[in-house]
């Protein structure tokens, strides 16, 4: 083959593609395809790119074959020589020809010279690079999911470059486990998330991080999850740290959760020992979402869960010594369970729930009437404001509380009253109550409480703590009348101090605590 520059290579060209096929793992038809689009490219370059061009692989010759094809005109008519043939010159090649008809001429390719043949060459090289990333995309895009072993083979930009052997996959940066470390030439397992067509570079993405590749580790070593008789519901990790895995069997006399253990765990521990010493909780999976969300928080121990299906969220009630366990260091073990449950979770203790119990009981005991046992059924039943019982019913009433429906009608007017008296501020409760209990229980606007430092006072701690990046006014108040004074007061106290006394959520409370420690930091 001349484009080539070598007549050796023509005698050879077979073996050539024979060996390219072999050695890249592909389909003779590509190579000769690469091959065939090659010729054309050189003869464009000297042609012209609308010159009418084919190119053929000739098994018999072991050639590339070039032809040029031009439309037969009349002898005067020729335009174009590139496109068309005087009828006189086509009757030369061919006798029987007419006009119009489109004739095939033989290209000499020897003649393009040595910069068309580097050009075929590059356009070869291209060719059978993109064929080789069209299967190997082809070979692992069903692959996603699964786990696969290779070698680190090199560092770029903080990802790890993996050797799987015929190619090569990227382990990014945001899919890496923090604690673990790993050097070239180390062996290194990691899951699947993505396989990608790309013009250069890895098409392979896995990691080290996703909670499927802590599932699929539990699939290699329990033979139960392999055989489908145990299956994995749900999976959370804080990678490097801790995970928790939910775990059900389909088979009643299989203990999923010992399955999972193995004998004097096993099990666990070679996927412990995989992922460097990751601790692991596995629990038994429930269909009841509140045991689910109890099973999740252990090892804390949940004494009431009071679930909201409209805000999908659940409060989770758990005795003061349980508290710090159920939320964990930096609110792990909370946020690891409202992953694996998929339920937004409050965490709160039984002391918090008794004293907001007892405050809104003190707010209900405005309406006249209406006792200490009355009061906290309603709200139990979420009934806390005389506003709450004004807008009920006095059929519900008479449900909830087996009165009579005209006791039911006075009870409604009472706590009309008692609404309007809070709306104005002339309310008297019967001892003082945190003012944000009244806050957080009562729609109307606050009212003036025994023992309550003066307003002029607490605008001024507002003022100090909305300065802390994040805090917006509701949350600054809370903070004033929680008692805090300054923002090094806000630290000195744990999260869970700081959500008490101010009746906010432990992630808001969490978020207060690090603006106030940045601030004091830069200070």
Not at 41 to 68: C, K, M, P, S, V
Request: proline share 3%; net charge negative; charged share 30%.
């Amino acid at each position: 083959m001349t484009l080539l520059d070598s007549s050796e290579l023509e005698s050879e060209l077979r073996k050539v593609i024979s060996g390219v096929s072999r050695d890249k793992n592909l389909d003779k038809a590509v190579i000769i395809d690469a091959l065939q689009q090659a010729v054309i490219h050189a003869a464009r370059r000297t042609l012209g790119a609308t010159a009418d061009l084919e190119a053929h692989y000739n098994e018999e010759t072991d050639e590339i074959e070039l032809f040029q094809f031009r439309t037969v005109v009349d002898d005067d008519d020729v335009a174009n020589e590139n496109l068309e043939i005087a009828l006189q010159d086509a009757r030369k090649l061919d006798p029987e020809t007419v006009l119009g008809d489109a004739i095939g001429i033989k290209i000499d390719t020897s003649k393009f010279g040595r910069i068309a043949a580097q050009s075929a060459k590059q356009i070869i090289v291209q060719k059978v690079r993109d064929a080789e990333r069209a299967q190997v995309h082809e070979e692992f895009k069903d692959r996603v999911g699964e786990i696969l072993s290779g070698y680190v083979r090199r560092f770029e930009r903080n990802d790890i470059i993996v050797d799987l052997g015929r190619t090569e996959a990227v382990i990014p940066y945001k899919e890496q486990v923090p604690t673990e470390k790993f050097r070239v030439k180390d062996r290194i397992q990691a899951y699947v998330v993505d396989v990608k067509r790309a013009s250069r570079g890895p098409q392979i993405i896995m990691s080290r991080a996703h909670p499927g590749f802590l599932v699929q580790l539990f699939g290699q070593h329990v033979t139960e999850i392999y055989d489908g008789i145990v299956t994995i519901e749900a999976a959370a990790r804080d990678p490097g740290y801790r995970s928790k895995i939910a775990v059900y069997s389909r088979d009643s006399s299989v203990d999923p959760v010992g399955a999972c253990v193995g004998m004097k765990g096993s099990r666990v521990q070679a996927v412990v020992n995989e992922l460097n010493g990751e601790k692991i909780d596995i629990i038994p999976y429930d269909y009841d979402p509140a045991r689910l969300v109890c099973n999740a928080l252990a090892p804390a121990v949940v004494s009431k869960v009071i679930v909201d299906e409209e805000t999908h969220g659940m409060e989770v009630i758990v005795a003061d010594d349980q508290l710090s366990l159920a939320i964990g260091k930096r609110g792990q073990n909370v946020r690891l369970a409202a992953q694996l449950t998929g339920w937004k979770l409050d965490i709160k203790s039984e002391s918090s729930i008794e004293e907001k119990m007892a405050g809104a009981k003190d707010i209900l005991a405005m309406i006249e009437g209406l006792d200490d046992m009355t009061a906290e059924l309603l709200i139990q039943e979420g009934y806390s404001t005389p506003a709450d019982i004004a807008q009920m019913s006095p059929r519900t009433l008479n449900r909830l509380l087996n009165m009579d429906h005209d006791d039911a009608i006075k009870l409604v007017e009472r706590a009309k009253e008692a609404a309007g008296q809070l709306a104005q501020g002339k309310g008297e409760i019967r001892r003082a109550v945190a003012p944000n209990d009244l806050l957080a229980n009562s729609s109307a606007s606050p009212v003036k409480l025994d023992n309550k430092v003066e307003d002029s006072q607490i605008s001024e701690r507002v003022k100090v703590f909305l300065e802390l990046s994040g805090v917006g006014e509701a949350s600054a108040h809370a903070l004033a009348e929680g008692g805090y004074v300054t923002i090094g007061d806000i630290v000195a106290d744990s999260v869970e101090e700081v959500a008490q006394k101010t009746g906010l959520s432990i992630g808001v409370a969490r978020t207060i605590q690090m603006a106030a420690d940045r601030y004091l930091q830069s200070e």
